[in-house]
């Protein structure tokens, strides 16, 4: 079957006469008031009388439920226009309307916006003979007026109804795709902070743990340590699951907004100083001019430390890792590295390099593409000639980013070109 450009839409809600609907009502009667009251081309017509304009006016209440009932709707204002074409209630035989019909436009109008191609056809058809009567009481040749009436203006107000329908109908899929696509972002979103904050803690924890069991009875005070080293993990992972909660409930109200900030770029130290305490040695050197960054910005390169660290700590077995921050003019980029026990030829291989690009097959590295696609970034992630396994991103930096201070720009011209900061 082919397709049906035009289904029927039912009208929305209980389609109760709304205001707006109302003054189209009141609009399209006046102006087949005024067509009783002013001659036109066609002659004088009939009398102008009370009784007339009553008849006129009869056409009002059906227009007022057309939503509602769209076709019986048309049938009684084309009722009330034969009447008045026919010149009924004054001058029987002498036509009262030297025009098409407002309400009749109107009514074929909703037809054709809300009913099946059939009754479309239908009201269209319907509407013929009406027409037909006015002119078969008056001098007006049917040729040329008459066959634009009968023929030409039903058609046109029939395909307006049937446009404005299919606009309204792609309108509609538009809105509800970009719906869909703002919630599965939104999910997206969540699913890369969850992912992040219970891999690192989770990770850290468990690491933790296993070497305070291990030495508990040989070195009680190394075990002391990595249990407060656990015990502060757990309370940062808690911390931050509830700062994303909180944002998330943001939406059911201004004043539940978390005030802390997200982490950025300065968290990174902590990152390298909480590795090194779960037992994968670590260190961080800064190279450029460190600048305050956009926070969507720093808390992506946060992220990616982070899961690039978790994943060393998980499979790059006994190594040691490096983490190198960039500011460069335009960008900042960032370098995570462990010598391992990767192959050092394939991506994905064993050791730190099986490790982290596993995780690619799950969600970590799905998760940091996804961050840096955000930013029209760059991401490299694969195993070292020498050994070990490579996480490098780089992320394009907004126009101005460096010209938002330049009054504090004289403090660095001791040129701060690299600056090393380990944690061991």
Not at 302 to 313: C, G, K, P
Not at 338 to 344: E, F, I, Q, T
């Amino acid at each position: 079957m082919g397709r049906d450009f035009f289904p029927p839409v039912p009208p929305a809600g209980k389609a109760r006469p709304t205001p707006a609907g109302a003054v189209v009502a009141v609009v399209a009667v006046t102006l087949d008031v005024l067509a009783y009251l002013v001659p036109g081309p066609e002659g004088p017509g009939a009398r102008i009388t009370a009784p007339g304009i009553l008849l006129v006016c009869l056409a009002l209440p059906p227009l007022l439920f057309r939503r509602r009932h769209p076709l019986a709707v048309l049938g009684a204002v084309l009722v009330v226009q034969l009447a008045v074409n026919l010149g009924l209630a004054v001058d029987p035989g002498t036509p009262m309307s030297n025009s098409y019909g407002g309400a009749v436009a109107v009514a074929l109008y909703t037809v054709a916006r809300y009913c099946d191609r059939r009754a479309v056809a239908l009201g269209a058809v319907a509407t013929a003979p009406v027409q037909i009567a006015r002119y078969l009481h008056n001098d007006v040749p049917f040729l040329g007026m008459g066959i634009t009436d009968v023929l030409v203006t039903p058609c046109l107000i029939a395909a307006v109804g049937l446009a404005v329908r299919q606009w309204k109908s792609q309108l509609d899929i538009n809105r509800k795709l970009l719906a869909d696509r703002a919630v599965t972002e939104e999910r997206r979103r969540i699913a890369r902070e969850l992912h992040d904050i219970v891999a690192h803690h989770i990770t850290t924890m468990y690491l933790m743990s296993g070497g305070a069991r291990s030495t508990m009875d040989r070195d009680p005070d190394t075990a002391r340590e990595a249990l407060v080293t656990l015990e502060d993990s757990g309370r940062t992972a808690l911390h931050e699951m509830r700062q994303l909660l909180g944002v998330l409930r943001s939406a059911e109200g201004p004043e539940e907004t978390p005030s802390e900030p997200q982490p950025g770029v300065d968290g990174i130290e902590r990152l390298v100083a909480d590795s090194t305490a779960a037992g994968l040695p670590a260190e961080l050197h800064v190279t450029g001019r460190p600048r305050p960054l956009p926070m969507t910005i720093g808390l992506t390169l946060y992220r990616i430390v982070q899961e690039a660290l978790t994943n060393a700590r998980k499979h790059a077995g006994p190594a040691h890792a490096t983490v190198r921050l960039a500011y460069l003019p335009d960008r900042v980029s960032v370098e995570v590295t462990d010598d391992g026990v990767g192959d050092g030829k394939t991506p994905g291989g064993s050791g730190g390099g099986g490790g982290i690009h596993a995780a690619g097959g799950g969600y970590g590295l799905l998760g940091m593409r996804e961050r840096i696609a955000l930013h029209d970034g760059s991401l490299h992630v694969g195993s070292r000639a020498e050994g070990g396994f490579a996480v490098t991103a780089s992320v394009p930096l907004p126009v101005g980013t460096y010209e938002a201070d330049t009054s504090e720009a004289d403090t660095f011209e001791t040129d701060t070109s690299e600056t090393d900061r380990t944690a061991r």
